[in-house]
């Protein structure tokens, strides 16, 4: 049996406001999928990879990974995360029992994020996200009325790569609404009652969304390298 990535990457980064696509502006002169990948694969526990990628950049995408990450799927995405998500599962072969979901946006996420999230997917949780403690006062609110302060020890921020049983990822996408904007995988299992757990996530693995992530993300490669 087999773990799949997939990778949702066919966001156009409204919030970034860059010219290209999120995950093909550059950082440190390579684009930020390929620096995601990169980390993905190192952690050796990815067999298949698919690429859900913006549907006028599918081939600028192909070309830019068939080397690095041989035997790469890719396939154009939807109008929302979620429907990206849908059409890269699409794609997998039928042999895959575990998918891990992972934004192209969350770059620099180490190797070992990876490995975690597949021990605890193998040892038999439906859904795993990794997990970082908050660091915000987090309050709801109504218009600018505060309803509640949350209690910040039962809050965390969920981050990917997600993983799950590959049958119910694939069960759980073709029940959802199409065009519906769920911001995560495991979002969609919880509605539908399946346990998800967690695991420790790591603060290099934010996900670059502003102008100020891009340098957060500048600055943590330029101390990697040699
Ligand atoms: N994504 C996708 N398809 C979409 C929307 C998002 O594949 N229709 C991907 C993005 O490329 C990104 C990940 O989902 O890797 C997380 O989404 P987000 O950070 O919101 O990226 P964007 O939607 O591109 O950014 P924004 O919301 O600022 O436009
Ligand atoms: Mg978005």
Do not use: I, N, W
């Amino acid at each position: 049996m087999r773990t799949a990535l997939v990778v949702p990457a066919a966001g156009r980064g409204d919030r970034l406001g860059a010219p290209r696509p999120k995950a093909l502006v550059p950082l440190a002169g390579e684009p930020l999928l390929l620096h995601a990948l990169r980390r993905a694969t190192a952690s050796d526990v990815v067999d298949v990879v698919v690429v859900v990628a913006p549907a006028g950049e599918c081939e600028e995408v192909r070309s830019l990974l068939t080397s690095e990450v041989p035997g790469v799927l890719v396939v154009p995405g939807g109008a929302e995360r979620q429907d990206s998500v849908r059409a890269g599962l699409r794609a997998l072969p039928a042999d895959v029992d575990v998918v891990l979901v992972h934004d192209a946006a969350r770059c620099l996420t180490p190797p070992g994020v990876f490995t975690a999230v597949v021990a605890a997917v193998r040892a038999g949780a439906a859904g795993v996200v990794p997990v970082v403690p908050v660091s915000d006062t987090v309050k709801r609110v109504t218009g600018h009325h505060v309803v509640e302060t949350l209690d910040r020890s039962e809050l965390v921020a969920v981050q990917t790569p997600q993983g799950f049983s590959a049958d119910v990822l694939r069960a759980v996408h073709e029940a959802a609404v199409p065009g519906a904007a769920a911001t995560d995988d495991a979002g969609m299992l919880e509605a539908l009652g399946h346990t998800v757990r967690t695991v420790p996530g790591d603060e290099r693995a934010f996900k670059v969304t502003r102008p100020l992530d891009l340098l957060l993300a500048q600055s943590l490669v330029d101390q990697e390298a040699p």
